[in-house]
């Protein structure tokens, strides 16, 4: 062992200055200098005190100062995240696992292009530019991993999984983007998400989370889905603050992002939050202007003495980037014109005759007929809703069996037919007027039912768009006749027709096989239900009056009711709205039919 030494024995007897101990030193003392404990340190018994700062090895002391210095520098920027680039770089476990991951994505239709999963796809760190869209280009850039490393612990993927975290969400939501209305052009999106933190190319934090929170749920992996609530609390956080100062083409991400938590939340039961980001997203929509997308009407001039300030965006760069925003309004107008019946009002994008609220956006397009550049450059057009309840074709020069037109057109005739009936009153005082506009309804419903394609002649991709808008349709009738089924045989007969067009709806597309279903499909399912219940109830009845041909028998009704609730339970396990519309119906159904 090594013995102590004393500087005394040196050829100086007098301690040289910034020799002494740091603990003699606070206590104002004489120190001798010895090592590795001086001799007032050992005759207070406060050895584990005494440090020297003259060696090369850092003392104890000084790097508990380091560290909090460090943790005051980190707490400074927790606080200010936009006044600084992070000084502090905390170590992460999993950074070696990210920084392998530069595989194509699946089913990727440019081959050059790889994906770059960081941690800042889960965090705060990534800002994008005015595009949505970006151009392709070099893709080969990693990342810097260690600045978002002390946010991502909770959405790191298990690093003893074979198939990375972004690698099975990504292809889990692409797999059912078009049921989740996702109208952002795939190719270009999937090439922006390759782009490393920082490039002005990639998407907002707030849609990149957005997507991986769907796709985990939808992935059904359990590994990931222990991640899914602080997903959701991210995504939320994130687009509190994603509103850039000035319009730009990143609205269009924003209005994505609160499109698919919208669904989310409706999916966990938050209906209020999902009511409050569906009436956001509507309001950005009609602020930036995309409800007049291509209009014939003149800018009006206002007489007002404020000077209005302009939030629409700026020219599209090209057809696809003009097809996103066409396709964003229509995505927004369905869910608004939906949830307005299922909730009640307000509706948002309400198509009035005041100035500047009138929709003249012409009907979605499949994206790749933007791709095309098939889109007449000096097209334009007025009263697109407007035209459609009056029969008329206004919009592009040829068929558009698009299954978003089809969808937008069945949640107009939707809320129209619910908005109606609801001025129904027996004391009306214009009777005649009301007559009219409800045989101009009823009969547009019809004609729109006359022209959606077979399910079974749909793409499979399509399904589940195709027998939303069959339900929605439906749902329209049920709507409008509902009021008057107990007293009018025509309306009873109407309704139960469109119940069971319902049910044959969700036996040709499979129904019970969505692995997404949209939950607006409870409302709709519940109200077929009810239908159905009312008239096997009315058929026991002595003084029930027969409804014309064709009639239901008992046993039928108690097939097509038992189908309904069977797909009812089969999806209430992966919606809250969906489990609140089967208890409803559930409960009638044991109340009435098997009292």
Not at 111 to 137: D, W, Y
Not at 279 to 300: D, E, F, M, W
Request: proline fraction near 8%; hydrophobic fraction near 40%.
């Amino acid at each position: 062992m090594e013995s102590p030494t004393s500087p005394r024995a040196s050829s100086s007897s007098t301690l040289q200055r910034g020799k002494a101990c740091l603990n003699c030193r606070r206590r104002k003392m004489k120190c001798d200098g010895t090592r590795p404990v001086c001799g007032p340190c050992s005759r207070a018994n406060r050895s584990e005190d005494c440090e020297y700062t003259d060696g090369q090895n850092r003392t104890r002391t000084q790097m508990l100062e380091d560290t909090i210095t460090q943790l005051e520098a980190r707490i400074h920027e927790l606080e200010h995240p936009n006044s600084a680039p992070p000084s502090v770089m905390l170590h992460d476990p999993h950074s070696a696992f990210y920084q392998t991951q530069h595989s194509p994505l699946p089913g990727s239709e440019h081959p050059s292009a790889t994906v770059v999963h960081s941690q800042a796809e889960f965090s705060h760190g990534s800002h994008s530019s005015a595009s949505s869209s970006p151009p392709m280009g070099d893709t080969t850039m990693t990342p810097s991993l260690d600045r978002y490393s002390d946010q991502i612990s909770v959405a790191a993927p298990n690093p003893r999984s074979s198939t990375p975290m972004a690698w099975i969400t990504l292809d889990s939501f692409f797999q059912h983007a078009p049921a989740l209305h996702f109208f952002l052009h795939h190719a270009r999106f999937r090439h922006s998400v390759s782009l490393p933190p920082g490039n002005p190319g990639r998407p907002i934090p707030a849609l990149i989370n957005a997507i991986y929170l769907w796709g985990l749920v939808l992935s059904k992996n359990k590994d990931l889905l222990q991640r899914e609530s602080i997903l959701a609390s991210r995504v939320a956080t994130l687009l509190g603050n994603a509103i850039p100062a000035t319009p730009s083409h990143q609205i269009l991400q924003i209005i994505q992002a609160k499109l698919l938590l919208v669904d989310y939340f409706f999916r966990i039961g938050h209906f209020l939050a999902g009511r409050h980001e569906a009436y956001s997203a509507s309001c950005l929509a009609v602020a930036c202007g995309l409800h007049k997308i291509r209009t014939a009407q003149p800018t009006p001039a206002f007489t007002s003495p404020v000077d209005q300030i302009d939030l629409t965006l700026q020219e599209p760069r090209d057809q696809i980037e003009e097809g996103e925003r066409i396709n964003a309004f229509w995505a927004v107008f369905l869910m608004d014109r939906c949830w307005a019946v299922a909730f009640g009002p307000p509706l948002v994008i309400s198509d009035m005759d005041a100035p500047g609220m009138q929709i003249d956006t012409p009907w979605p397009l499949e994206m790749v007929t933007y791709e095309r550049g098939q889109i007449y450059p000096n097209l334009r057009t007025s009263g697109t809703v407007r035209s459609f309840f009056s029969g008329m074709n206004n919009g592009w020069p040829w068929e558009n069996h698009n299954p978003l037109t089809q969808l937008s057109k069945a949640a107009a005739l939707f809320e129209r037919a619910a908005r109606l009936a609801g001025t129904w009153r027996p004391e009306i005082q214009n009777i005649g007027s009301f007559y009219a506009d409800f045989v101009a309804v009823d009969q547009r419903i019809d004609e729109f039912k006359s022209q959606i394609a077979p399910i079974e002649r749909v793409p499979g991709h399509d399904v589940p768009l195709v027998h939303l808008a069959y339900c929605l349709s439906s749902g329209a009738t049920i709507q409008l006749h509902a009021t008057f089924s107990s007293q009018n045989t025509a309306s009873r007969a109407k309704c139960l027709s469109a119940a069971m067009a319902m049910v044959r709806a969700n036996q040709a597309a499979h129904a019970h096989e969505f692995i997404y279903t949209n939950a607006i499909l409870g409302s709709l399912w519940a109200a077929s239900g009810r239908v159905i219940i009312n008239e096997i109830v009315a058929l026991r009845s002595f003084h029930a009056e027969p409804i014309p041909s064709p009639q239901q028998g008992d046993t039928e009704l108690r097939t097509a009711l038992e189908q309904i609730q069977s797909v009812m339970s089969v999806t209430a396990s992966n919606s809250a709205l969906m489990s609140v519309s089967f208890t409803l119906t559930f409960v009638l159904h044991h109340s009435y039919v098997h009292p």
